[in-house]
Every structure is written in structure tokens, then in C-alpha cells.
Nanobody
Framework: QAQVAESGGGLVQAGGSLRLSCTASELTFDSRTVGWFRQAPGKEREGVSC????????YYADSVKGRFTTSRDFAQKTLFLQMTSLKLEDTAMYYCAAGWGCSSNGDVNEVFTNWGQGTQVTVSS
């Protein structure tokens, strides 16, 4: 069962901003990584970012570097994905997942074991 939950998606115009939240329940992000992924219709799932919860160090996909940033709220057990300068191509279902690393090699489902249900982000022109 999902032990992380996303929220904050919605409809936004191109150039606008949204902040997504990934909140842990029944698990802790301690010693974990938290990844954001997205999947647009007809396309493969794409990694957006991967954050080391303990340190805040985050790796970003080239497609979002300089536009997306993450931050943490320890009390709320929440990792935020602040998305700015949104583009039409950012439209997708966004998922967060708790993992055990940030490796992009191998099966992502072996690295990220706890997935949320997703939140839709739609960018309009």
C-alpha cells in the first residue's frame, strides 16, 4: 500500500508555478531518498528529481534544472517540489516515491519501493 502521498497538482498557464508535496505516512524518510517522477500520456515515466532526505542534496533531470527545486519540512515529513517557468511539456502525472538511493541504473522499482498515487499537473498555453 502507498505510504507516501502527493498533492498540489492542478491546471496552470505556461510560465506559471506550482508546488507539489510528497508526504510520508506510516514510514519515515529518514535514511531514504525521495524521488519525483512524471509520466505524460503515451510516454515513458521520467525521473524529475531525487533528493537525499537527510542532507537535502538533490539531483535534477536536465529538462527541469533551473526551474524546479525541492525543499523539506521535517515536522510535516514532507518534501516539496517547487516548479516554476512551467512549460507545456511539463504536463504529466507526477509521482513521488521513497527509495534507497538515486541510481538511474537498473530497475527503478528496485530502488524506489514506496510510490504514491500521483497528482496531475496540466500546463496550458
Amino acid at each position: 500500500q502507498a505510504q507516501v502521498a502527493e498533492s498540489g497538482g492542478g491546471l496552470v498557464q505556461a510560465g506559471g508555478s506550482l508546488r507539489l508535496s510528497c508526504t510520508a505516512s506510516e514510514l519515515t524518510f529518514d535514511s531514504r531518498t525521495v524521488g519525483w517522477f512524471r509520466q505524460a500520456p503515451g510516454k515513458e515515466r521520467e525521473g524529475v528529481s531525487c533528493s537525499i532526505w537527510a542532507t537535502g542534496r538533490t539531483y535534477y533531470a536536465d529538462s527541469v534544472k533551473g526551474r524546479f527545486t525541492t525543499s523539506r519540512d521535517f515536522a510535516q515529513k514532507t518534501l516539496f517540489l517547487q516548479m516554476t517557468s512551467l512549460k507545456l511539456e511539463d504536463t504529466a502525472m507526477y509521482y513521488c516515491a521513497a527509495g534507497w538511493g538515486c541510481s538511474s541504473n537498473g530497475d527503478v522499482n528496485e530502488v524506489f519501493t514506496n510510490w504514491g498515487q500521483g497528482t496531475q499537473v496540466t500546463v496550458s498555453s
